[in-house]
Nanobody
Framework: QVQLVESGGGLVQPGGSLRLSCKVS????????IAWFRQAPGKEREGVSC????????YYADSVKGRFTISKDNDKKTIYLQMDDMEPDDQAVYYC????????????????????????????WGQGTQVTVSS
């Protein structure tokens, strides 16, 4: 069965860095779109970053562009979110999510691939890891 487990959350100061990991099992990561979402208390869930399976294109919310980097290791079945120059607004519970996109060809990915930060598009979710940004 499919399982996603996040790790790497913790306390970081503004301007600091943190790397989150999401280890998946029960699926072939190569054929899945993976995304990171976050949710702060009293706020809506926000799409942070996603990576499509076809040639591994990456996409980011405007709020984290230039600061966060998503990557994956298909052999280790792990997705990473490197967070640099962190800000207080980055404080949230971070979730990874997965959805099969084996059907998605190169043309579709090029035209619509960036539309991958909508939470209802994902079937599988991890339990989340807390990220606290405080001085």
């Amino acid at each position: 069965q499919v399982q996603l487990v996040e790790s790497g959350g913790g306390l970081v100061q503004p301007g600091g860095s943190l790397r989150l990991s999401c280890k998946v099992s029960g699926l072939t990561l190569y054929y899945y779109t993976i995304a990171w979402f976050r949710q702060a208390p009293g706020k809506e869930r926000e799409g942070v970053s996603c990576i499509r399976h076809y040639d591994d294109p990456t996409y980011y919310a405007d709020s984290v562009k230039g600061r966060f980097t998503i990557s994956k290791d298909n052999d280790k079945k792990t997705i990473y979110l490197q967070m640099d120059d962190m800000e207080p607004d980055d404080q949230a519970v971070y979730y990874c999510a997965a959805e099969s996109t084996a059907w998605m060809n190169a043309e579709y990915t090029a035209e619509y691939g960036g539309n991958c930060l909508t939470s209802n598009e994902y079937k599988y979710w991890g339990q989340g890891t807390q990220v606290t940004v405080s001085s």
